[in-house]
């Protein structure tokens, strides 16, 4: 059995945090979402270009990272944008997680 994925844990290694980094700047070209992230406080970053996107490219975005649109967990939140963010590195920090699961064996 698995243990239980913390990722705001996970993202203090500084290794970890890279490859996440990464994987959120790979998903983001993908998106055609030119926009350049800052390691150090990407998600701050990450928030104000979800804010600057329409929603049509926002909609290509979360789809691309597999994260549904009408997500209850970031709707409820006071600022949505820094919300959906947060779901948005969880997602890309899962993808890492799981992607060195699966490489260790």
């Not at 959120?24 to 979800?50: E, M, P, V, Y």
């Amino acid at each position: 059995m698995l243990a239980p994925f913390n990722y705001k844990d996970a993202l203090l290694s500084a290794d970890f945090r890279m490859q996440t980094f990464a994987q959120l700047q790979k998903d983001l070209a993908r998106a055609q979402c030119d926009f350049t992230l800052h390691s150090k406080n990407f998600i701050a970053d990450l928030a104000k270009l979800l804010e600057n996107l329409s929603d049509e490219k926002r909609a290509q975005l979360l789809y691309l990272i597999d994260l549904p649109e009408n997500n209850q967990h970031i709707t409820a939140s006071e600022d949505f944008f820094t919300g959906l963010a947060e779901q948005i590195i969880h997602r890309e920090a899962l993808k890492v997680f799981w992607r060195s699961q699966f490489s260790a064996r």
